[in-house]
């Protein structure tokens, strides 16, 4: 329910109708067989549209669902490593690490020591300084060499930005399942029922 006495109303093509009352505006939208929707309640006055509620509605939950499917949360690996690794292995573990910050996820770098090799946590921190200079184009360390029990770890953060998710149907069952449950709540914001209290012209509702 509005409840302010004025509001600036834009029709449904988009034109400015400039400030009315409210009853007036409300009146406007029953006639051409629109709602009367607050899109911008707190500008003063506040703006409100003609539109079909159930639409509008349903086209919001697609922009939503679509700014989700494009979103990619930052993944937190971990690489382990030994005192007297390799160079071939140190080398393959450098590039696994760079394509996870390619990818914008997160790196735990971690040194395993045995037996008295902790009595020589230098090894340990020498190595993960080396490593993080290995990768240093990709991304920056978040949290120096840290000893913990019979480990020593650092923290790199991607310097590069989160892919976007690529959904693809059927891939693993997962797609398949999310285009379903999306089509259902397209269904569900489409109804009537769904558009909050709004089912008829001339009612007002607010965004």
Sequence with gaps: MIRVPQVRVVDEEGKQMGVMSTPDAL?????????LV???PMEA?????LLDYGQFKYEQARREKEARRHQRSVDFKEIRLKVKIGKGDFDTKVRRAVEFLVDGDRVKVTVQFRG???SHAYL?????????????????????????????SLVITSNHK????????????????????????????????????????GKTAEA
């Design 124 to 152: 340990g921190r020498d190595l993960l300084i080396r490593f993080s200079e290995q990768i240093g184009e990709h991304g920056a360390v978040e949290r120096q060499p840290l000893l913990e029990g019979k480990q020593m």
């Design 45 to 49: 006055p506040p703006v409100t549209r």
């Design 162 to 201: 989160p892919k976007q998710v690529r959904h693809e149907e059927g891939h693993n069952g997962v797609a398949a399942e999310e285009a379903a449950a999306e089509t259902e709540t397209d269904k569900a914001a489409a109804s009537p029922r769904a558009a909050a209290t709004v089912s008829g012209a």
């Design 116 to 118: 008295r090799e902790v």
């Design 27 to 35: 009146r406007l939208a029953q006639d051409r067989g629109y709602d």
């Design 38 to 40: 607050e899109v911008a």
